[in-house]
Nanobody, 115 residues
Framework: QVQLVESGGGLVQPGGSLRLSCAASSSFFSLYYIRWYRQAPGKERELVATITSGGSTNYAESVKGRFTISRDNAKNTVDLQMNNLKPEDTAVYYC?????????WGQGTQVTVSS
């Protein structure tokens, strides 16, 4: 069982930055791929960014060049640096850890981009 806890959400003005963090409880954290998803009100959950166990990354087109995903296996954390935030980035952000058939979700953190 892996417990994931997201943090770092909040209210930010358009053009601003936030750094989300996903902390995991597993000793085998380095083996997991980690994904950040987001879900805006009335919309389906969408994949934002992925980082594999080997450190390869992938991003949704809507966030490329603005968001950066990174991991620190020594600290069991994965961060999502979000720059140049737009109102359409407003959502609850979730992290997910996966390894083979095992998938775990965090509880989510709210990001609101508004002036």
């Amino acid at each position: 069982q892996v417990q994931l806890v997201e943090s770092g959400g909040g209210l930010v003005q358009p053009g601003g930055s936030l750094r989300l963090s996903c902390a995991a409880s597993s000793s085998f954290f380095s083996l997991y791929y980690i994904r950040w998803y987001r879900q805006a009100p009335g919309k389906e959950r969408e994949l934002v960014a992925t980082i594999t166990s080997g450190g390869s990354t992938n991003y949704a087109e809507s966030v490329k060049g603005r968001f950066t995903i990174s991991r620190d296996n020594a600290k069991n954390t994965v961060d999502l640096q979000m720059n140049n935030l737009k109102p359409e980035d407003t959502a609850v952000y979730y992290c997910k850890a996966g390894l083979r058939d095992n998938v775990y979700w965090g509880q989510g953190t709210q990001v609101t981009v508004s002036s």
